[in-house]
């Protein structure tokens, strides 16, 4: 060390001792007042385990995710989950060559790149944010004697380190290269600078705590300033931090002071009070609050209106019912996270939030025995006295007074009878139920017939009071003035009472004021006219809804209706008839998806709606089209709320009736939060592939940024896809579907893992979305190609190779089959003929001898006797004649629609004409030459033949008529004669029953009918 540095240390601490002296009066005179708390810490569940190692420091990528060095390897959060990156973790591996060397102190340059020290060695690492894999080292190649390593990088990416070598007592700064030529820049000695605490870089300068003060030394080494401290620091005090400016703790002026590279000397931000414990710790300025804890107490300070928040007893107990085990945990740091302030434990990460307001501050208070009591409607008179209803009964806050007290003037009814719904004022009437009552005078008097506990809604329109009772049937007007009522019917545009609105919950006035929108529970939204009449009707269908709950509330908009429903809050176009649902969907402890019903709508001013839901209240910003939420425990943000009860009152404040008492507010005390209008991309960071052939997986973790398409092995058969959307102010859900096995969009849960078993061969879609909201207003999307290869006898061309095989073998096997069967018909075919030749030439000639000699024979007998013999020759032609149909039958020279035909119309003239019976036998549509087999022709023969024997012998018939035709793709034979007789009984004795069965037999129809004549159909496919 030069002596002229020595020198000008010297000159810097003579200046900075009477600097201190001269500061003493104004820190005193600096004073801060206690307040009560406005904020509080809470635990950041980070998905570890509470065996998890110590951590060590934390950076927040450009990217939105967070990352914490500790000694079981590198997590990486999206503030929902974590995962962890060790050298012995096979999905997602850290890289180091050392299996006990663990990372610290984490640094980004600008462009998001991560640096870490490593425990092992004096060496620095750089890790790629995007693919999360080691990419750059520095190192010494030769140490010859034990060093501590401190470093820190410029935003440009330059790594500079602090090496202390703990046997020389020695510091030196270098410049690394990855090379390994690394450059000395500057070197300094305990003896001068007093012992090290802490290094950084910022403003292209190095900045040293010492334990005597701060060393600021140029960038290149060549020029240096000391600001000595006249206490010494503890190793364990407060290490500087860079913002702003180079921020620091002085311990002789128990101060908070502020330098940079432009400043010749440190200037001080403000003084601590006294009641501050300073032992140690670390701190953070951030918008003029400076924040101060270790692991057993947190101050937060606000240096522009020199306020003091002890947070110490409140964060102790918090640790002692969440973590009971590290109440005395080590605070190694402040974070700004996503804009929000973050406390990073040794084991456990904790954020601080503003304090949730009472419920006393916004519930109003309702001098009721019953807790519950639920609320309805709201009105101000002229006086500016605020009226609420409840269920059976009233209470008014009077001008100027806080709390709301029972109306006097309600005491004389018996108010059970009545169940409030509206309530209107009109002055000096105020309106509830049914009942009109004197504000001034206290009168009371019944507008319309009261129905007990029925409903009655209220609409005011100049000075008629309109009413409707639910599950009636009249629209009421009453002229407040001249106290008279009239009523109409609503009329139907069906004349149906189905459609007409049993149960209305609003009404209000159209732009015109000559019809009133009605919105109902069941039958969505209708105008009616003043005189009953609906001129529009508009269903829960074609409004988007369900009639779960119906349409509860109505808001005109020009042209447009917003209306609150079961499933959100739409927006109606009247004229064109189009609509718009604008959903905020919520997921339920069991990660299940449901609608947020909105029962209320009131207009701020500001183009936003308050919406009372049934699960606390929202807002809603017209102009983006978006929804905004309180803290989830802010007392307005659980409640139930009513329909039709929300209400403005002349001083600007808010009212909103709930299922549990009264709410209130002014807009400046409500702090919504939205989604955003963007959210960070969806980042896949690994998937897991199980292999069902090999049983083990393999894992892609990294250059998944690059990955263009996902090429699947036919044996694996799970795949789990790991995806994030860093968010550390809201929940985000995911919502997935694979293009190619299902289009639908799965609903949105919190889950970001994707399982997918048994993917079959082919090429298909990955699609993801993220949202804030568990809708679609504002989404993140992420796609990724899958292609599931197949085994090789699943190919496609394998597969035409086996079709065309396959085809080739099955056409010669028909062919061969077609060529046996024609073989074996022809043989059969020839069969018949001999057989048909045989028993007509054989047999036949038997029978006709049999019958002929018979006959014969009986004429040479005695009379007495011959009668046995003819009846044996009529035996024998019958017999001869049934196996000539047989013959016929069995004849395959005859096995077309004309053989058939003709033995028909033979049949028929033989047989008809020996009793005189004149016929008629019609043939349309039928192909004489198509082929018919012998079963069937056999059978229609036969029922033909049996028809026309009932004809000639149960019939008094002179006519018959035989049509034979062919119907699409039946055939019909009717035979229908002009005889007179009515069959009765049972037909089966006629040989109808036989002719069923026959019917049957061959897959016919059979009817028969005997009005106007006999009438026999019979229908068979062909």
């Not at 190692?53 to 000694?71: C, E, F, H, K």
């Not at 003029?288 to 300070?301: I, K, Q, R, S, T």
């Not at 579907?737 to 969009?745: A, C, E, N, P, S």
Request: with cysteine.
């Amino acid at each position: 060390m030069a002596k002229s540095a020595v020198s000008s240390c010297l000159a810097q601490l003579l200046v900075r001792l009477s600097f201190s002296l001269s500061s003493i009066s104004s820190l005193s005179a600096q004073s801060y007042v206690d307040i009560t708390p406005l904020s509080e810490v809470q635990p950041y569940n980070l998905s570890l385990s509470n065996d998890m190692a110590r951590m060590n420091s934390a950076v927040q990528t450009p990217d939105g995710y967070l990352w914490i060095a500790s000694t079981k390897g590198l997590i990486i959060s999206d503030g929902h989950q974590s995962v962890i990156y060790s050298r012995d973790n096979p999905r997602y591996p850290l890289g180091l060559e050392d299996p006990d060397a663990f990372l610290g102190n984490l640094c980004m340059d600008s462009l998001g790149r991560v640096y870490a020290a490593v425990s092992s060695g004096a060496k620095i690492i750089r890790l790629n944010p995007d693919t999360r894999a080691l990419e750059e080292q520095w190192g010494f190649e030769d140490l010859s004697h034990p060093v501590s390593l401190s470093y820190d990088v410029s935003p440009s990416g330059d790594v500079f380190a602090l090496l202390l070598e703990k046997s020389a007592d020695r510091f030196t700064i270098w410049k690394m290269n990855p090379s390994g030529h690394n450059q000395l820049l500057f070197e300094g000695t305990k003896a001068s600078f007093g012992t090290f605490v802490n290094y950084q870089c910022f403003q292209s300068m190095h900045w040293i705590q010492t334990s005597d003060g701060i060393l600021r030394i140029t960038n290149d080494g060549g020029h240096f300033t000391f600001h000595h401290c006249i206490n010494s620091i503890q190793t364990d005090y407060y290490p500087p931090i860079k913002g702003e400016h180079y921020y620091f703790y002085d311990p002789s002026l128990r101060a908070v002071m502020y330098w940079d590279s432009a400043m010749s000397a440190p200037v001080k931000y403000t003084s601590v009070p006294s009641g501050v414990n300073m032992n140690s710790g670390q701190f953070m300025v951030h918008h003029e609050m400076l924040y101060m804890a270790n692991g057993y107490y947190f101050f937060v300070l606000d240096t522009l209106h020199h306020t003091i928040q002890d947070l110490s007893t409140a964060t102790y107990e918090m640790k002692k019912q969440f973590y009971p085990a590290a109440i005395s945990e080590d605070i190694l740091g402040f974070h700004l996270i996503d804009g929000n302030v973050f406390l990073l434990g040794s084991k456990f990460l904790y954020a601080l939030k503003a304090r949730p307001p009472s419920t006393e501050r916004f519930h109003a208070a309702i001098p009721l025995d019953r807790p519950d009591v639920s609320m309805r409607g709201l009105a101000e008179d002229e006086r500016q006295n605020v009226y609420a209803s409840f269920y059976s009964g009233v209470v008014v806050k009077p001008k100027g007074e806080q709390d709301f007290r029972l109306w006097p003037v309600l005491s004389a009814i018996e108010a059970n009878r009545y169940s409030a719904y509206s309530l209107t004022y009109k002055d000096p009437y105020l309106f509830w139920h049914c009942l009109e009552i004197n504000t001034v005078d206290g009168s009371i008097k019944q507008t319309v017939p009261n129905a007990v506990n029925g409903h009655i809604v209220h609409l005011l329109a100049g000075d008629t009071l309109w009413l409707y009772t639910w599950y009636g049937h009249h629209l009421y007007s009453y002229d407040i003035p001249r106290g008279q009522l009239d009523s109409v019917r609503i009329k139907s545009p069906t004349d149906q009472d189905d459609d007409f609105p049993y149960i209305i919950n609003k009404m209000i006035n159209n732009a015109d004021q000559a019809a009133i929108w009605m919105a109902t529970s069941n039958n969505g939204i209708k105008l009616v006219s003043r005189e009953g009449k609906v001129l529009q009707s508009f269903s829960v269908e074609e409004l988007g809804t369900s009639r779960q709950e119906g349409i509860n509330d109505i808001l005109l908009d020009g042209p447009y209706i917003w209306y609150g429903c079961y499933d959100g809050l739409g927006k109606l176009n009247t004229q064109t008839r189009e609509y718009i649902l604008y959903k905020d969907p919520m997921i339920t402890p069991a990660m299940h998806q449901r609608s947020r019903t909105v029962f209320t709508i009131l207009p701020d001013t500001q183009k936003g709606f308050y919406l009372g839901s049934q699960q606390g209240l929202v807002y809603f910003d017209t102009s983006a089209l978006l929804y905004a939420h309180l803290n989830p425990e802010h007392p307005l943000a659980q409640p139930e709320f009513n329909r039709t009860s929300a209400f403005k009152d002349s001083q600007g404040r808010y009212y909103f009736g709930s299922t549990n008492g009264l709410y209130s507010f002014l807009p400046e005390q409500l702090e919504f939060q939205s989604a955003g209008d963007s959210l960070y991309p969806v980042k896949l960071y690994g998937i897991a592939v199980f292999n069902g052939e090999e049983k083990r997986y393999r894992y892609i973790t990294s250059a998944l940024s690059d990955l263009e398409e996902l090429v699947l092995l036919p044996s694996e058969t799970n795949i789990e896809f790991n995806l994030s959307v860093p968010c550390f102010n809201h929940d985000i859900y995911y919502s997935y579907r694979i293009k190619g096995i299902h289009d639908q969009w799965s609903e949105y849960a919190a889950n970001p893992q994707i399982l997918v078993y048994a993917l079959p061969p082919g090429r298909y879609m990955l699609e993801v979305k993220a949202s804030a909201n568990a809708s679609d207003s504002v989404i993140s999307r992420f796609q990724l190609p899958v292609i599931m290869s197949s085994y090789w006898y699943q190919k496609a061309w394998i597969w035409i190779l086996i079709s065309l095989g396959f085809s080739a073998a099955l056409a010669m096997l028909i062919r061969y089959w077609y060529q046996l069967r024609w073989r074996r018909q022809k043989a059969l075919e020839a069969l018949r003929i001999k057989i048909s030749s045989d028993l007509h030439d054989d047999v036949g000639s038997i029978l006709s001898g049999l019958a002929m000699q018979s006959q014969v024979m009986s004429y040479e007998m005695p009379e007495d006797k011959r009668k046995p013999m003819l009846e044996l020759s009529d035996m024998s032609r019958e017999a001869m004649e049934r196996m000539r149909d047989t013959v016929w039958a069995i004849d395959a020279r005859k096995d077309k629609y004309e053989n058939l035909i003709d033995r028909m119309r033979d049949f028929a003239e033989k047989t008809l004409e020996r009793k005189n019976i004149t016929h008629d036998f019609i043939m349309s549509g039928l192909d004489g030459k198509k082929f018919i087999s012998p079963e069937v022709r056999q059978n229609i023969y036969l029922i033909f033949k049996e028809a026309i024997t009932n004809i000639i012998r149960h019939a008094n018939a002179q006519h018959v008529v035989i049509n034979f035709s062919q119907e699409s793709d039946r055939v019909v034979l009717s035979i229908h004669d002009n005889g007179t007789i009515q069959l009765s009984g049972s037909p089966d004795g006629q040989g109808i029953s036989n002719m069923k069965m026959r019917a049957a037999k061959i897959g016919g129809k059979l009817s028969i009918s005997s009005e106007n004549g006999f009438h026999i159909v019979l229908e068979i496919g062909t």
